[in-house]
């Protein structure tokens, strides 16, 4: 019987696949694409609904955590959403400009030290994706995304970590590609409630999975 190609993804809420049909997010679908390929792929999750970067890197330290790191053939890491998103509600709270700043580099370091982690453990490829911006319309969200997005390819490229472009990929087919969009505002989102327009829709999940694959098979 051949060995299972191993592929393990970590990351947040999107990684999970929430909003997903199923919970078929883009791990998954990635996942079946290597299987059409002849590959026998299991997946691997290391992820949790409003992980931000910090989360995860503690996370990826527990035994059976870094056992999936050890054995993937294949990484990805997806995080960073969360972060903006509780700097967003901390600036509300607090009015100080410099929680934004404080964020992307706490962002920053925690990343990595979990490219650290990975590496000490595993000489698999690992592909970092970059976030997509569910509020196009709306300054703030127009600096901040990048800006981490910034942090993140500054960060891989120490590591010779390849960064998917999802920002990019996403841009201009926000309304069809995340689930419950309205105007594309910061507005939109609420954080008492639980459903924001902020995740993919099954089209958003598979725009991910299709940017992946198309960077590993380049």
Request: with cysteine.
């Amino acid at each position: 019987m051949a060995q299972p190609f191993v592929y393990t993804a970590l990351g947040d809420s999107i990684t999970a696949g929430y909003n997903a049909p199923r919970r078929r997010g883009y791990a998954h679908r990635l996942t079946r694409r290597l299987k059409y390929q002849g590959l026998p792929a299991k997946l691997y999750t290391i992820c949790m609904k409003g992980w931000t970067s910090g989360d995860l890197l503690f996370a990826s330290a527990w035994p059976s955590n870094r056992l999936a790191i050890r054995n993937a053939h294949l990484i990805t890491v997806y995080v960073g959403g969360n972060d903006l998103i509780f700097a967003h509600v901390k600036y509300l709270l607090t009015r100080n400009p410099n929680v934004f700043s404080q964020v992307i580099a706490t962002y920053g370091n925690n990343l990595q030290h979990l490219y650290k982690r990975i590496r000490r453990l595993s000489s698999a490829p690992v592909y970092a994706l970059n976030l997509y911006n569910p509020f196009p319309h709306s300054v703030l969200p127009n600096t901040l995304v990048p800006a981490l997005n910034q942090m993140t390819a500054d960060v891989s490229a120490r590591w010779d970590i390849t960064v998917v472009n999802i920002y990019e990929s996403f841009q201009g087919m926000e309304p069809l590609l995340i689930d419950g969009y309205q105007t594309g505002r910061l507005e939109n989102y609420v954080p008492i409630i639980s459903r924001n327009p902020v995740h993919p829709n099954e089209h958003g999940h598979e725009q991910i999975a299709r940017e992946l694959w198309e960077t590993i098979s380049d």
